[in-house]
């Protein structure tokens, strides 16, 4: 071999292999959800019968509506403790205005106090300065209280037929509810991908001062997203009221731990600017899977926290080599 070809061959570089890695960590959620139902689907065949998919759709559309709202707001590096309380609050306010009023009355009612509840935690986190967590944790103590005061800690029922329609109607099979979280999925998505106002949400949760600087209006950018969290509490108070045809003070107190658990699980960032809205759908299927199975296998359900408890830790475990799901970035430097 002449001296020249040995030249050429120490220069050249070495082939590229395919790499996976930035794929897995990327759609690794995505396939897990599908071992996941693969494995379900073996050990109990009637997990993907038609029926039991769409009774798990209605069951958690409240859930994922109220993370889509939760991804914004963590997606800008925030926290929202008060989902819960402002569920609770709205879905008692659609059942008052239900029985004297027109549903959509009473559905409107409840999304404006939704609204005004997320509009005044935003203002509490950027214009008092207050941190995220102790706000939204106030903020909660306040409008669970209230709701006690509002009702008297008594159920309200609503006997109008048409009030359940949104909860307990369905269309070819499929319920109106899950056509809701659809619509609603895709319009969130579609505006926090591709629109101006997305790309602002990014942008404060990856950098909130170097965003200020850019010309971003930080703070409204922030206390929008906490609008729009307490308008998707909002919306699933008023789904969860229409469900049962009733509502009452703190009518899930651990619902705030699922939401949170559904965003987490689905890879959006706890430090801010990664996240998108099809990650959390997948965690919520993730968790939705999870508990459907557990009740067709007949597990028993205290058995559920321990294993929400052991996906969050492992979604946020840094193991040698292995890059966990949710990646907890230093905060960029404002110098």
């Known amino acids: 071999m002449s001296t020249t070809t040995l030249q050429k061959n120490r220069m050249s570089p070495p082939a590229q292999t395919p790499r996976i890695g930035p794929t897995l960590r990327r759609y690794g959620v995505l396939a897990a959800l599908l071992v996941l139902v693969a494995l379900i689907s073996i050990a109990q065949p009637g997990f993907l019968a038609g029926g039991n998919l769409m009774n798990i759709v ?33 879905a008692v306010i659609a059942a008052t205005v239900g029985r004297t009023e027109a549903p959509i009355v009473a559905f409107t009612a409840a999304a404006v106090a939704g609204i005004a509840a997320g509009a005044i935690n935003g203002w509490i986190v950027t214009g008092l300065k207050v941190n995220p967590f102790i706000a939204t944790l106030g903020s909660s103590l306040i409008i669970s ?8 800690n008594r159920a309200v029922v609503v006997s109008f037929a048409p009030f359940q329609e949104l909860g307990s109607g369905r269309l070819a099979g499929i319920p109106y509810s899950g056509m809701l979280l659809v619509v609603l999925l895709l319009l969130a998505g579609c505006i926090l991908a591709f629109t101006p106002y997305g790309q602002s949400v990014y942008a404060v949760g990856g950098n909130q ?43 899930n107190p651990n619902l705030v731990f699922d939401v949170l658990t ?33 009740n067709l296998l007949d597990i028993d359900s205290y058995y559920q926290n321990i294993i929400k408890g052991i996906i969050i830790i492992a979604a946020l475990t840094r193991l040698p080599g292995i890059r966990p799901a949710v990646r907890l970035r230093r905060p960029n430097s404002s110098k």
């Open 209 to 251: 001062e170097a965003s200020r600087l850019a010309g971003i209006r930080t703070r409204g950018v922030v206390a929008s997203t906490y609008t729009l969290s307490g308008l998707c509490a909002g919306i699933a108070g008023v789904v969860t009221a229409s469900q049962l045809g009733s509502a009452q003070p703190n009518l």
């Open 262 to 294: 559904v965003v987490i699980v689905g890879g959006t960032s706890l430090t801010g600017g990664k996240g998108a809205i099809w990650r959390t759908a997948v965690g919520v299927a993730i968790l939705a899977t999870l508990q459907n199975g557990f």
């Open 145 to 152: 209280g209230t709701t006690l005061v509002i009702t008297g």
């Open 58 to 90: 209605s069951q958690w559309a409240p859930v994922a509506i109220m993370g889509i709202g939760m991804t914004y707001v963590v997606i800008t590096g925030g926290f929202d403790l008060s989902v819960g309380a402002i569920y609770s609050l709205t």
